[in-house]
């Protein structure tokens, strides 16, 4: 009798674990419908900023990330400008559809290509920083003053990465 008890209990325990793992496997209205949403906003991209200059593994991590219903773990890297653009570009649709920046495939490995014109093996934030002062400098958001505190503050985060330093270089 125990052996059938135990056999019983050995059944249900190993079957609600597989259950809730094919529960949590299926993506939930909104994550299809972000998945959507990013499908069109990439193809809309690939329009307006052609193809021409694009690496080939920027464009298969795309593929790659909504072939798995947006739900692959983040790698893509931008490495030139051109990606670069359409990485924002895609940022900006998914941030307006009310995605989290969280849901986007965009990570570079830090023994990686970084993008923008900061140097090979800068800091994130410094790499960050050049970054969006390209982008808002190729949409003339900024003045000539604003451009070189923001250039100013890019330049103080990398030669802090270089020093090792905690120094603060808000300006």
């Not at 959507?36 to 307006?48: G, H, M, N, V």
């Not at 990330?65 to 983040?74: G, R």
């Not at 830090?110 to 969006?132: E, N, T």
Request: contains cysteine; charged residues 15%; hydrophobic residues 45%.
């Amino acid at each position: 009798m125990r052996s059938i008890i135990a056999a019983l209990l050995l059944a249900c325990i190993s079957f609600f674990p597989a259950a809730s793992l094919a529960q949590s496997q299926e993506p939930s209205a909104w994550q299809v419908e972000k998945c959507e949403i990013y499908r069109q906003s990439w193809d809309k991209a690939l329009d307006f900023f052609g193809t021409d200059n694009l690496n080939y593994d920027f464009i298969a991590q795309n593929e790659n990330f909504i072939a798995s219903a947006c739900t692959a773990p983040p790698g893509v890297c931008a490495q030139s400008s051109q990606e670069l653009e359409i990485a924002n570009a895609l940022t900006i649709a998914m941030m307006n559809a009310g995605a989290a920046s969280t849901f986007l495939p965009f990570r570079c490995r830090a023994d990686g290509p970084s993008p923008g014109p900061a140097a090979s093996g800068a800091a994130p934030d410094a790499v960050l920083c050049h970054a969006q002062l390209e982008l808002l400098l190729n949409g003339n958001k900024l003045t000539e003053e604003e451009a070189a505190v923001y250039a100013a503050q890019c330049a103080c985060l990398e030669q802090r990465q270089q020093a090792g330093a905690q120094t603060d270089c808000a300006q």
